[in-house]
């Protein structure tokens, strides 16, 4: 298994790395020094444009006053840019979508950001957004992977240490709901925060478990990190563990809901951190109320929880004016403070790790960071989930769950599975 820890050693990288001066896939400076005019960023975030973005924009002119920054902030994100990227109206600067573009659609969409190896040296995450060595997304933040709670909550139901296996997590729901608090929240409505349960591949079995799953024609089969974390969900439902219908649950609400202790947990990258500590504070509660939990797997006696991007930040392959949007995307970067103001992971290998893992820190989290998908073959592990259609890093096929683990859907935890299975199967043999 390979591990890292958060803060890693060494220099950054000289300036002249800086996205503002890199062109083509490497690395070379810009001549365009001072740029100006304006560009069009959009963004999921509705609920700080008006606000933070607003104020980064004061910040960032103080740099670059030649260049107007105008914001589009979409609701439904992924879907919005989904149907612009059939145009070539999709802003200068934009987070890539997750759920449609692959890995070898970069070059297609995206402007080249430098040469991965030399970004790596700075950044982190440099993979997640590189195809053929190239780099053409950056990570805005990252996230290590476990579940927030409120802390009150399981400690009235006599839980003030983390279960390290599934068996103890789901007896710890029940305490938790013999005290009459529903234990754990799917959001299955909204439906995006269900993808993230993706970001644990790699907790289970480590850091080459999403590369395994390329060449592995049954991956829900008991032991796999998929079947781990699927098959914990599946029977958190099927225990009446969570919401009582899972159809009118609300992202928005669940902030207050948590912090107010009227759900116990819920499944989530650590970027939910600080969201869930303002609603705790705005209820009036101390921020401490919310904790983060390591996901009930252990390796060696040790939690273990994956370290991986957020959103990946791009210029589009058909800005007019690619010098101020690669000026914003190498402020946006090294200068917000972004990372830092969300409690998460800084994209800068020179940052230390966020206050809000430090319940992490308490428990001697060893973090992994996935191995790098193979040079070339960036799209495999997509390509396969598309061809099977198993929404592996979305929500669809986890919403198909939860209705079979609640009886809404015929079938059992056996059954789907097992249907997974053959699609999966098939779609390894037909891509290989």
Known sequence: MKRHVITVAGLATVAALALSGCSGGGGSTSSDENPS????VLTNRTDIVDTVLKDYVTEFQKTYPDVQVKFEALTDYEGDVRIRLNSRDYGDVLLIPTSNVTRDQYPQFFEPLGD????????????????????????????AMGYVFNRDVWTAAGITTPPATAEEYLADLQKIKDTGVTPYYTNYKDGWPLSSLAGNIGGVTGASALNDMTTDDAPWTSGTDIAEIDGLLY????????????????????KTLLANGQIGSMILGSWAVSQMQDAAEAA???????????????TDGQF????????????????????AAKAWVDWFENESGFAESQGAIS????????????????????????DPRPQGKE??????????????????????????????????????????????????????
């Open 347 to 370: 994209p800068l290998k020179a940052d230390d790790a966020p206050a809000t893992l430090s319940d992490f820190t308490d428990l001697g989290v060893q973090y992994i960071e996935l």
């Open 235 to 254: 029977d958190t439902v099927a225990a009446g563990l969570s919401e009582a219908d899972p159809t009118t649950t609300n992202w928005e609400e669940s």
């Open 37 to 40: 005019g304006e560009i069009t």
């Open 304 to 323: 273990t929880s994956v370290t991986a991007t957020d959103k990946l930040l791009a210029v589009s392959k058909f800005s007019e004016n690619k010098p």
């Open 379 to 432: 799209s495999l592990i997509t390509d396969i989930a598309n061809a099977a259609e198993i929404t592996l890093f979305g929500e669809k096929y986890r919403q198909e769950l939860i209705d079979t683990a609640r009886g809404a859907r015929d079938g059992d935890e056996q059954s789907f599975f097992a249907d997974l299975n053959s699609r999966w199967g098939q779609a390894v043999a037909d891509t290989q």
């Open 116 to 143: 991965e190896q030399e970004l790596s040296q700075t950044y982190r995450f440099t993979n997640d957004g590189a195809y053929d060595g190239t780099v053409y997304g950056l990570s805005t933040f990252g996230s």
């Open 284 to 298: 009036g509660k101390s921020r401490d109320t919310i904790g983060f939990w390591p996901m009930p797997w252990q």
